[in-house]
């Protein structure tokens, strides 16, 4: 780690004029005169260090000193640092920061970045996601109950392989001991986990067709939608990747090709939340399954 701190210092130094051994020490958590240290080092490599006497004193990197910025230019380095400060709020990780730090040095004009990314998820709780990240990267076992999409609840024990961000939640490819293979698991229902002290030495190859939702067209059928006025808004938010069509009256014909849609429960479930301000015109099978789902609802009312 000494390696991965001089680096770190190195370019903290470049992007400041002067840091005070005090201050090195506190962010590094390390002894001042660990950082003392560092720095007759950083010398010996033959990186300037101006060391700067007095009570307001530390060190700094003679004026002049360069470092190669031909690797990427500056509207690349945005781009990295923007998707970088994002995942930064939500795992708060130093090693990230520092590379941030380390990037930003490269780009020293006043140009903004006009890509703003949020990857924060209200379904997920934060702590879950660091968890998740530290399993991940030291190769620990998860203990945890899972809800599927049949809402049933086991028991799993996994080996965490990858975290990823799709379809706006998180996701967690694992191997799975209890089932022997593969499985992808939302991290929205993962419930009462657990990150043991156990570590496994299986290499799990990422297999990204484990990522990709299906490409067969075996078992797609069209949806078409007619939608109020009223509620353009919440469909459009719903259902980006569609077919619309605008007619004179202000409605709108939203198409869009669903798997299985008359057994998907995600596809009822966004249907139902715009209530009155949309009305299924194809496949007509799909409107009994919704006027059966507003009974249940309105039965378990009954008594209010």
Not at 20 to 43: G, H, K, P
Not at 145 to 164: A, C, D, F, G, H
Request: net charge neutral; hydrophobic share 40%.
């Amino acid at each position: 780690m000494k390696l991965e701190r001089l680096l770190s210092i190195i370019f903290k130094l470049l992007h400041n004029e002067m840091l005070s051994a005090s201050s090195l020490a506190n962010e590094f958590e390390v002894s001042t005169r660990t950082i003392y240290r560092d720095i007759e080092a950083i010398c010996a490599a033959g990186i300037p260090v101006v060391s700067y006497q007095g009570t307001n004193g530390g060190f700094g990197i003679i004026k002049g000193y360069k470092i190669d910025k031909s690797l990427m230019g500056p509207p690349d380095i945005r781009n990295v640092v923007t998707v970088l400060n994002s995942l930064v709020t939500i795992f708060k990780d130093r090693e990230m920061e520092h590379t941030i730090d380390r990037l930003s040095l490269l780009d020293r004009s006043d140009n903004k970045n006009a890509l703003s990314v949020d990857l924060e998820s209200y379904q997920t709780e934060p702590n879950s996601l660091k968890d998740l990240r530290k399993a991940t990267n030291e190769k620990l076992v998860i203990h945890f109950e899972y809800v599927s999409n049949k809402n049933v609840v086991t028991s799993r024990e996994i080996e965490p392989i990858q975290l990823q961000y799709k379809y706006r939640n998180w996701y967690l490819y694992a191997f799975c001991r209890e089932r022997h293979d593969y499985r992808e698991f939302r991290v929205s229902r993962m419930m009462r986990l657990t990150v043991t002290q156990e570590t496994f030495q299986q290499h799990h190859d990422i297999k990204h067709n484990h990522f990709n939702s299906g490409n067969h067209v075996e078992g797609f059928e069209e949806v078409i939608i007619w939608v109020h006025p009223n509620s353009l808004a919440a469909v459009l938010d719903q259902f980006q990747n569609s077919t619309k069509l605008m007619n004179d009256d202000g409605s709108m014909r939203v198409s869009l090709s669903v798997y299985e849609p008359l057994h998907a429960g995600w596809l009822r479930s966004i249907l139902l939340s715009f209530g009155a301000g949309v009305k299924i015109m194809k496949p007509v099978e799909l409107q009994s399954v919704l006027t059966n789902e507003a009974r249940k609802i309105i039965k378990l009312y009954e008594d209010v």
